[in-house]
């Protein structure tokens, strides 16, 4: 069987969310199928400017053809066009207008899928948001397959994603949130659906205490993974903590790691390590008290996953759906809206060691479960497999 | 059976935990974790706080509110007193010459006494508003240095507060600097990072093309 997987951007240094997902799933399931990725030859995210060679790339194994971008995107543009249908009534046509703007633009690639759709089975489109899934969705709808990656964003409203989510033959979802929210959108309940979310590898082996001798921290910390961000809940989260070391009599810190892009408050409880490499990121998580998730919105959070897989609870955002539905399906996490409730669930993870732990076990049986390899595999298989059985 | 695992947090911090009043009300089943419930009690333990007043100005302790009357005063009783004092007065008019005749100094000791007594009266005086006039000078020259010392601490509070500024300032350069660091030393990982992928990429390419060339040879040689 010949898939291919379309994607906005692939390659080794890339490490965005649907982008990632796309490479770890085409790797594991090539020893099913004979896999192709289709992308562009972009690497940054804001202007998908072209950066990597033209033509056919081979990335772990795994063969890979890159088209052009033919117009690179003007960010502020593209921002005010976005506010502006976001914010007015507008025609069909402003929508697709918005779609040529957010890119990446690239035609070629789509002439490609249209010139080969006899050669692939069916092609599986990551992001739903972007022109490639919009347009190659269009194309060959009879042999897509659209891993959607949507956030609780007003973008999934807009009129071309409601017919969009129509015409695939099978949807695969990050969580059942995300599933709930694309159904109301786009009434799409006839279609083919499963919540798979994608699987993560977690080494066997961590070393916490050489992780705590060489950065100097103590036992009791919480910690956040990624991106230091506004958007991320990142400045709320600050607050909160601060607040919560003023009233509650506890010596528990807050550390921090990922790139950062805002000042983060000088104080003597939050630690701030910068980007750490993959070792030193599970020692740190395995030798925290518990993940704390502060973002809006999220897909599907990997680094959750990962808590969980390393048998550690997690404090989510109650704002976002997704982090709260899976706290609430594994019983792993407690989860916070506004600062009472921040305070009071994070005085009783830190008040109960026997609530970690048998948090971090449901997280643990959860994860096995739900997002190892091999469940996450058999998901894509059993779709392919329904899709070839209503053929016949 | 379920009783037996379904402990509050107040059983974890009979075991040495430290665990505040506040938690006590949670009640957690640790062998079946229900998250939903969880949260229940935690949002429910909330709303049962009472909500913060704001606070009143506080009220001085020897206020008395205008609607409290004055205190009575009770009514003398001495008008019996009076009378009585006014009838003796007249039964002893008649007697008068004589008891003053009585009364009156005619001793010469007496008069000498009343001498010494007014010398020692001038004396005392004189003493006393000397100690007026050294306390009045004492007083002086404290204040003097008083004000002398007070000048001499405002001026190093001064200083000290000074100094606080500076290191107050030194400490967020510190801190800026090492989260400047941190941000510098996060972006050359970043580049090392992708420095290496990228050789590992050359290195296939380079295996993959050696491998092209081999395979090239064999079959130019066939």
Redesign the interface.
């Known amino acids: 069987m010949k898939v291919a997987f379309v994607v906005q951007r692939y390659g080794l240094e890339i490490s965005g969310g649907a982008e990632l997902h796309c490479r770890w799933v085409t790797e594991h399931m090539k020893k099913y199928w004979d896999v192709q990725v289709l992308t562009t030859r972009a690497f940054d995210y804001i202007t998908w400017k072209d950066h990597y060679p033209k033509g056919d790339d081979i990335v772990n194994g795994v063969p890979v053809k890159r088209f052009s971008v033919t117009k690179p995107r003007n960010p502020e543009r593209f921002g005010r066009l976005q506010n502006h249908i976001l914010a007015n009534e507008h025609r069909l046509e402003d929508e697709l207008k918005w779609l040529d703007e957010e890119g990446p633009l690239s035609p070629s690639l789509i002439r490609y899928i249209q010139e080969h759709k006899g050669d692939f089975d069916y092609f599986i489109f990551f992001s739903y948001r972007y022109y490639h899934s919009y347009w190659g969705i269009n194309t060959v709808p009879e042999k897509s397959i659209l891993v959607p990656t949507a956030e609780k964003d007003p973008i999934v409203h807009l009129r071309i994603f409601k017919e969009l989510f129509r015409k695939p033959q099978a949807f695969v979802y990050n969580s059942v949130e995300e599933r709930e929210m694309i159904n109301r959108v786009s009434k799409n309940e006839h279609i083919l659906g499963k919540v798979v979310g994608v699987g993560t590898e977690v080494p066997s082996k961590v070393f916490v205490e050489e992780f705590r001798k060489k950065y100097d921290i103590g036992r009791d910390y919480l910690i956040y993974l990624g991106r230091i961000d506004e958007n991320k809940g990142c400045v709320e989260l600050f607050d909160f903590f601060l607040r919560f070391k003023e009233e509650a009599d506890s010596d528990i810190k807050l550390v921090l790691v990922g790139s950062t892009l805002l000042k983060i408050p000088s104080h003597p409880d939050i630690r701030y390590l910068g980007f750490l490499s993959e070792e030193d990121k599970f020692s740190a998580l395995a030798g925290s008290l518990a993940l704390v998730m502060p973002s809006f919105y999220e897909s599907l959070s990997m680094v959750t996953l990962e808590a969980w897989a390393q048998r550690k609870p997690v404090l989510a955002n109650a704002r976002c759906d997704v982090l709260k539905g899976q706290c609430l399906r594994s019983n792993a996490g407690l989860f916070y809206k506004g600062q009472d409730e921040f305070t009071e669930s994070l005085k009783v993870l830190l008040s109960s060691p026997k609530l970690r732990d048998a948090m971090g076990k449901n997280g643990e049986r959860y994860f096995n479960a739900n997002y190892t390899w091999e469940v996450i595999e058999n998901k894509y298989l059993s779709i392919v497999d329904q899709l070839e059985k209503r053929k016949k | 059976m379920k009783s037996s695992v379904k402990e509050s947090?107040m059983d974890?911090d009979k075991k040495g935990?430290?665990?505040?009043e506040?938690?006590r009300d949670?009640i957690?089943d640790?062998?079946n974790?229900?998250?939903?419930d969880?949260?229940d009690q935690?949002?429910k333990?909330?709303a049962a706080r009472p909500k913060k007043e704001p606070e009143l100005p506080p009220v001085e302790s020897n206020y008395v509110p205008y609607s409290v009357p004055p205190p009575e005063i009770p009514p003398e009783s001495s008008g019996g007193r009076t009378k009585i004092k006014a009838l003796l007065l007249k039964i002893m008019k008649p007697f008068s010459p004589l008891i003053r005749l009585l009364v009156l100094p005619v001793s010469h000791e007496l008069a000498e006494t009343v001498k010494t007594l007014d010398l020692t009266n001038k004396k005392l005086d004189y003493l006393t508003e000397k100690l007026h006039h050294d306390l009045f000078q004492l007083n002086e020259s404290l204040n003097k240095r008083i004000e002398v010392i007070d000048k001499a601490a405002n001026k190093r509070i001064d200083l000290a507060f000074d100094d606080i500024g500076r290191i107050k300032e030194y400490?967020?350069l510190l801190?800026s600097l090492s989260?400047n660091v941190?941000?510098e030393?996060?972006?050359l990982?970043?580049e090392e990072e992708?420095l290496k992928?990228?050789s590992?990429?050359l290195e296939?390419d380079f295996e993959?093309l050696g491998q092209r060339e081999k395979a090239l040879e064999d079959r130019v040689l066939k």
């Open positions: 947090l974890e935990e430290k665990t505040s506040e938690e949670i957690i640790y062998e974790i229900d998250v939903a969880i949260m935690i949002k333990k909330i400490t967020k801190h989260h941190v941000v030393m996060t972006k990982k970043i992708n992928i990228r590992r990429i296939k993959f």
